[in-house]
């Protein structure tokens, strides 16, 4: 009897360990990772804060180059059709690039745009089928109210985007800031303002408004 609750013991603590074990597995292998050292021409999602984001949830995507340049994308069209309803105000569906130059210090990214371009989205059903109503291009080479970010490594030794303090060296946390994760659902980001227009058709009444308005 006593084997037999013995053999029924062992078991079970088998069944533990391998259950904990999968789960470990899962989490360190499968399960987003945050970001621990930056590799050149890596396409890294950021989600707000410490959080992965949900499907539904705005984001950036970050790639650094061999050549000392960046391309910075900010995602805000996926959220849903409520959620661009706050405060009495209504946004709608957008997406920003930003190239430019970055340098590193003491194992921070330190980035400043060149230029950038951004298209946006009557509604969230134009999201799906890539039909912008609206598109902008801005070259920042001689602005000098454009500011610096900061692609920071914290002291848990994770990399996280944002604002620069006042002391223009370390991450501003009063502020938006983003964790950098492994797991991008985009691996290859437009490499100029033109690569990323071609990803969306104009829809055609906006089209023709803009077409008008150019000609007056």
């Known amino acids: 009897m ?29 399960d987003p990772q945050p970001v621990r050292d930056i590799n ?11 959080e992965y984001p949900d499907d539904d949830q705005s984001r950036y995507y970050i790639e650094f180059k061999n050549d000392g340049t960046y391309v910075l994308i ?11 309803f706050e405060d009495g105000y209504r946004s ?36 799906k089928k890539h039909t912008i ?3 902008g291009h801005s070259t920042y080479i001689n602005d000098k109210r454009t500011a610096w970010r900061i692609v920071q490594k914290s002291k848990w030794g994770i990399y996280q985007l944002g604002s620069l303090n006042s002391d223009k060296s370390t991450l501003n946390k009063q502020r938006l800031y983003y964790t950098l994760y492994n797991k991008s ?11 990323f227009r071609k990803q969306f058709n104009m829809d055609k009444k906006a089209e023709q408004e803009r077409l008008a308005e150019q000609n007056r």
């Open 40 to 50: 050149m021409n890596i396409v890294y999602i950021c989600g707000s804060g410490t």
């Open 2 to 30: 006593y084997k037999t609750v013995r053999s029924k013991i062992r078991v079970l603590i088998t069944v533990i360990i391998i259950v904990v074990s999968l789960i470990m597995i899962k989490k360190l292998i499968v």
């Open 185 to 195: 659902d985009i691996k290859k980001l437009p490499n100029s303002p033109e690569e």
């Open 74 to 84: 900010h995602d805000d069209s996926r959220r849903k059709k409520e959620d661009y």
């Open 92 to 127: 709608s569906p957008e997406i920003d690039i930003h190239f430019g130059k970055y340098k590193v210090k003491n194992n921070n990214y330190y980035i400043k745009p060149t230029e950038g371009a951004g298209v946006r989205f009557k509604d969230v059903s134009d999201v």
């Open 133 to 135: 109503n609206g598109y």
